[in-house]
């Protein structure tokens, strides 16, 4: 069964609002969670660090004023799109590691499709 | 820096022939290497780990130190092997960068 909850699977927003993606961890709590980006028939890039009760790490290249992360508690991380423009529309998902020390696979939630009119 | 390498964007095999999925890396220390599968519509799901030399639905993966290599393997491919297949590799920071992901279609 899914470890990792994702919502909502499918957002339309206009230009300029803001949008709000949650990732949830199920019955485990994730100090850590990762958000990927994945434009179509691309492979996944790592947009942040998400860590709980800290500043998250950002990749080179992604925008942190634009893409807000907060990690409020060991099972919770949110993604905010601010401003949402239509190049930010795209497949968003989250991940966490269910043994922080490494030993067992990442996993993924279902992914948030994001689309900006 | 970790970087993955799939060069393969697509791949095209008739049903029980042998298919390679072929992924190459580079990382300057110990890397762990995953393969993950995406079918239609759906998340990505863990195939497989190399340190768990384990093989799921008939597919292997060995890892090659020496020509940094984890190539993804099965003598016997199945239509319901069609997916887009991601090589990843995780560092000592627990990050897992993704290779560019090959798209395996096994036609009957």
């Known amino acids: 069964g899914a470890v990792v909850s994702q919502h909502p699977s499918r957002v339309i927003c206009k230009s300029g609002t803001s949008v709000k993606i949650e990732c949830r961890s199920l019955d485990f709590q994730a100090t850590t969670m990762f958000w990927y980006r994945q434009f179509p028939k691309q492979s996944l890039m790592l947009m942040a660090t998400?860590?709980?009760?800290?500043?998250?790490?950002?990749e080179q290249g992604v925008e942190k004023d634009k893409f807000l992360i907060n990690h409020a508690s060991l099972t919770l991380s949110t993604l905010t799109v601010t401003s949402a423009h239509p190049e930010d529309s795209s497949f968003y998902i989250c991940?966490?590691?269910?043994?922080?020390?490494?030993?067992?696979?990442?996993?993924f939630g279902n992914g948030t499709r994001l689309t900006v009119t | 820096a970790q970087r993955v390498t799939q060069p393969e964007k697509l791949l095209s095999v008739f049903k029980g022939a042998p298919v390679e999925l072929k992924c190459n890396y580079s990382y300057s220390g110990s890397p762990e290497l995953f393969w993950y599968v995406q079918h239609s519509r759906q998340r990505l799901q863990l195939l497989l780990r190399h340190i768990s030399r384990e093989s799921i639905k008939g597919f292997t993966a060995d890892l090659n130190k020496g020509e940094t290599s984890f190539h993804l393997k099965k003598p016997f491919a199945q239509e319901e092997d069609s997916a887009m297949y991601y090589c990843?590799?995780?560092?000592?920071?627990?990050?897992?960068?993704f290779g560019k992901g090959t798209l395996l279609t096994v036609n009957p």
């Open positions: 991940s966490a590691w269910t043994d922080p020390a490494g030993n067992s696979p990442l996993h």
């Open positions: 998400s860590n709980e009760g800290s500043k998250a790490t950002y």
């Open positions: 990843a590799l995780r560092g000592s920071n627990y990050k897992l960068t």
